[in-house]
């Protein structure tokens, strides 16, 4: 029978396609099971299917070593699938059928598959002695019916599984010397797509060894080797090579190799490769702080790892879940499945990864107090990683004990373990790691008074961390990704405040540079954009489902909390499903346009800073528990420490807000009680002036409506301070305060040109909301050429399509704040809900945007968070000016502010004209609540 024979008999098994009465011959089926093979790897489901069938056919005609191959190649198809119980079943009954046949070569052969289901399987030792087995067989009494050329092949083959059996246990010079006489064997064939697999598996060595420039060549040497057809093991190379530019802390280039990755795998049903790429995206996602992203891909790979049996695999994925749960705070479900990660990574005898688990679980233990537990994981991790040459987790192992050795009362431990830690550093030039290093080392030698060298040691650190953040500014993985790299710039904080080289008239300058350097890392770099970003990604039936539920949350009926807390996990769930595919497609935030001219790694000089004439700033800055606060006017800046504590001042935050959400529920309870709620509301009000404005006080300007700008940092973005009180008055009734993220921003901010030109005007009522269509008629009539979209034309697309090159924007609507994930905060216009994080792809650059919406200006600041939120989506879109609420504003009130604010506008500018108006409307209805909701952002 012909090839084409072969190839058509493939197809219909393939296809699963009717063969009764089929009489095909011997060649046939043996071809036909070689195309079936080369497929293996597209659909390994359907080819186990279509093998079966063949198996039947062989029997059925007597081409029993047809029969005995099928069974093997079925059972590395089922392998692929997961099924690895099944996967050795059928791997011992192909053994028997070819003893049975009188091929011990094909009998012997299928030893490979049984080592690779075996390691799949976590019974490494019993893979190892299966190999030993398979070349002392080969080298001394190799079978009748194996040619030499395949005498050759299979012991390359068992070098190969041995170096990977030796790989799963952590014993990497074993598997390199492996590798290398498996490459060795390869090239006398020369089998260059079998090199590939061998560089591809040396590379995941070279990876754990630290030696990543190594494992990258690697990497990109399989690539070269491997066939373009040959997807999985492509794939698979693909994943290693994103895993070294992690670990090298090349994030984006990282992404966008498991994003090549994914393509290669896309219409494949080949799950090991999806679950490397799904264990890999989520140490991505970790590293860059996703932890929602993260979590979701290590429990997808949880799911099927556990399915298939492959054991190590589970336990990796069970281990990456268990870290971030901890870190989200399901603490007792975090140790008990990082217990059954150590219990199986100690079972496969697996170094690397029980060196990595037990610093997790040592880390775990420190944050709750118990220290000599803490200190014997991280101890053993030491020696694990030691012994197996594990460069880059001994030098981990050695910093977390000397914090444990410190926080013991050991500081010559500490100190000795700090040695350590920069010798193994030496052996690692991977740039995450030299940032741990010199961060540790800085912190120390600072708290020791040896300033000039815990200057260069933190200096290396800031600079590390802006080179790896480079790539990742302009959104929000860029500022999320800085979350835990900021000690060094805090530290630099400090040494400012304390370094007696400095001079006294300097020491201000000095703090205000560091503090606007940390500030710029933790606000992620609001870039300001020539063009709008990158596509979002199409979101499909996911975004109209959450747009449903977002209405649903809206709904003012809605009494039932436990309905709307059910609603709000929904909620949680859908947005991640976006943000994953927004992360799949778009791969990283590159942003358009150029950073400002102070946003580069260059550090801050005070003489950039430049403000307007007759400008003072009031920069308050969290360092730590402390509160610092600057004053720069006129050409000085003088810093002073506020004697409350940070605590404290989030607590009187915390407590104001608590009113402002109280009386939004029940506004017929302040109608009722209006001066004994303002009364309440100016004793938190006073308290808050006295913590963070009476120690700089006499700093302030004294002229009448003077320019103060206020650049708040963490939760004091959520103080209101044109409406505290000094006792006598509300700070607006003495400045004109307009709000910053930093004295950076405010600078280019300001210098920015606002456009000329038409006007946007976006009014989107409804049944609770009837003042929402007069106000859009309000300000279109003080506006030249501009756009009115009321009722039902008030929507997304009018917003999406209308809002570039835009002189000013104004949205009146609902705002809904997700405080859990707040870039996905939205405004509720006609068709549909706009989410922050679509916000940021708008081209709004030189604008004034008014948000006239409750909650519009809330930010969630975590630790080190800054601006994320609706305020931080308008900025970071290029708009020169932000008008947006504090909290829940009335909503005739806000008619009246509007109002006032743009027929004062054009005379004024925004800061001047909403201070006015705030003026106006607090002789009406003094409770802050009705008049002082919103504050101008930005340029002034």
Request: hydrophobic share 45%; net charge negative.
């Amino acid at each position: 029978m012909s090839d084409a024979a072969a190839l058509a008999l493939a197809e219909h098994l393939l296809a699963d396609d009717d063969l009764v009465g089929a009489r095909p011959g011997g060649r046939t089926l043996a071809g036909a099971l070689a195309e079936i093979g080369r497929r293996l790897g597209d659909h390994p489901g359907r080819a186990a299917i279509a093998l079966a069938r063949l198996e039947e056919l062989a029997v059925a005609h007597d081409a029993a070593d047809v029969a005995a191959r099928s069974v093997y190649v079925r059972a590395q198809a089922t392998a692929m699938t997961g099924d690895l119980a099944a996967a050795l079943d059928l791997i011992d009954v192909a053994a028997r059928r070819f003893a049975e046949v009188g091929l011990p070569g094909g009998a012997l052969r299928t030893d490979l598959g049984r080592i690779n289901v075996l390691n799949e399987t976590g019974r490494h030792d019993e893979a190892l002695d299966t190999c030993h087995r398979l070349v002392h067989v080969l080298s001394t009494r190799p079978p009748a019916d194996l040619s030499t050329e395949e005498v050759l092949e299979l012991l390359a083959a068992a070098e190969q599984n041995r170096g990977l059996c030796c790989e799963l246990t952590g014993r990497w010079l074993e598997a390199l010397e492996a590798y290398a006489r498996a490459e060795a064997g390869y090239a006398r064939l020369d089998d260059q797509a079998s090199i590939g697999e061998v560089l591809n598996n040396r590379g995941l060595v070279l990876l754990a060894l630290g030696r990543i420039g190594e494992a990258r060549a690697a990497f990109r040497s399989a690539l070269d080797k491997l066939d373009d057809d040959d997807r999985p093991l492509r794939a698979m190379a693909t994943n290693g090579l994103a895993e070294t530019l992690l670990a090298g802390g090349d994030y984006v280039g990282c992404l966008d190799a498991l994003a090549d990755a994914k393509e290669l795998l896309e219409d494949l049903d080949a799950p090991m490769p999806e679950l490397d790429r799904s264990l890999a995206a989520a140490r991505a996602y970790e590293a860059l702080n996703l932890s929602r992203e993260a979590l979701a891909n290590y429990e997808e790979a949880e799911r099927f790892a556990a399915s298939g049996g492959a054991a190590v695999e589970a336990a990796r994925a069970v281990w990456g879940a268990a870290r971030l749960r901890f870190e989200l705070g399901d603490t007792e479900r975090a140790a008990a499945d990082l217990g059954r990660a150590l219990d199986a990574f100690r079972q496969a005898g697996h170094g690397q990864w029980l060196a990595l688990a037990l610093l997790d679980r040592s880390a775990m233990l420190h944050r709750e107090g118990d220290i000599a537990a803490a200190l014997a994981d991280a101890e053993e991790a030491a020696s694990i990683s030691a012994s197996s040459d594990a460069r880059i987790e001994l030098v981990r192992a050695h910093l977390a004990i000397a914090e444990l050795r410190d926080d013991a009362g050991d500081p010559a431990g500490a100190d000795a373990a700090i040695a350590a830690a920069v010798a193994a550093g030496e052996r690692v030039e991977v740039a995450p790691v030299s940032l741990l290093v010199d961060q540790t080392v800085g912190r120390r030698l600072l708290e020791r008074r040896d300033l000039g060298a815990a200057r260069d040691c933190l200096e290396r650190a800031a600079q590390t961390a802006e080179l790896l953040h480079a790539d990742l500014d302009g959104a929000v993985v860029g500022q999320r990704f800085m979350l835990d790299k900021l000690d060094a710039f805090d530290a630099l904080i400090e040494l400012a405040l304390v370094d007696p080289t400095v001079a006294d008239d300097r020491r201000g300058a000095e703090v205000l540079a560091a503090t606007e350097r940390a500030r710029r890392r933790r606000l992620g770099e609001l870039r300001h954009r020539a063009a709008a970003a990158h596509a979002a990604a199409d979101d499909g039936e996911v975004a109209t489902e959450l747009d449903a539920v977002y209405a649903e949350m809206l709904n003012p009926a809605h009494a039932d909390r436990e309905r709307f807390e059910r609603l709000t996990e929904r909620a949680a769930d859908l947005e991640l499903r976006l943000s994953r595919a927004r992360l799949d497609v778009a791969r990283h935030d590159r942003g358009v346009g150029g950073a400002s001219p102070i946003s580069t790694g260059t550090p801050i000089q005070v003489d950039e800073l430049m403000l307007p004439a007759g400008d003072t700033v009031l920069s308050w800055y969290c360092l730590g528990d402390q509160v610092l606060a600057l004053v720069i006017a006129d050409g000085e800046v003088t810093v002073r420490h506020v004697p409350s504590s940070r605590a404290e001042v989030v607590d009187a935050v915390a407590r104001l807000d608590a009113q402002w959400q109280h009386l939004h529920a029940d506004a017929q309870l302040l109608a009722r009680h209006h001066d004994r709620f303002e009364r309440a509301a100016r004793r938190v009000l006073g308290e808050l002036y006295d913590m963070l404005v009476a120690p700089v006080a006499d700093l302030l300007p004294t002229a009448p409506a003077a320019s103060l700008v206020v650049a708040a940092h963490g939760p004091l973005q959520q103080v209101p301070v044109h409406a505290l009180h000094d006792g006598e008055r509300y700070l607006i009734e003495r400045f004109t305060v307009s709000t910053t993220p930093s004295v950076a921003d405010y600078v280019t901010r300001t210098a920015s040109k606002h456009p000329g030109g038409r006007s946007l005007v976006i009014a989107a009522s409804d049944a609770t909301t009837p003042a929402i269509d007069a106000e859009g008629r309000a300000v279109a009539a003080h506006l030249s050429d501009v756009s009115l979209h009321l009722g039902d034309v008030a929507t997304a697309s009018a917003l999406l399509g209308g809002a570039s090159g835009a002189a000013v924007v104004h949205l009146a609507c609902h705002a809904l704040f997700r405080r859990d994930n707040p870039m996905f905060s939205s405004l509720r216009l006609a068709d549909r809900s706009i989410r922050a994080n679509e916000l940021l792809d708008l081209d709004l650059a030189g604008a004034l945007v008014t948000l006239s919406s409750c909650d519009s200006a809330r930010s969630h600041a975590g630790h080190g968070e800054e601006l994320v939120g609706l305020m931080r989506a308008v900025l970071g879109a290029g708009a020169r000016t932000l008008v947006a609420s504090l909290w829940p504003a009335d909503d005739t009130t806000t008619h009246r502010v509007v109002d006032g604010f743009y027929a004062r506008l054009r005379e004024l500018g925004p800061a001047a004209a909403l201070r006015e108006t705030q003026l106006a409307q607090l002789a009406q209805t003094p409770h802050p609540y009705y008049w002082a909701p919103f504050v101008v952002i930005g340029g002034r």
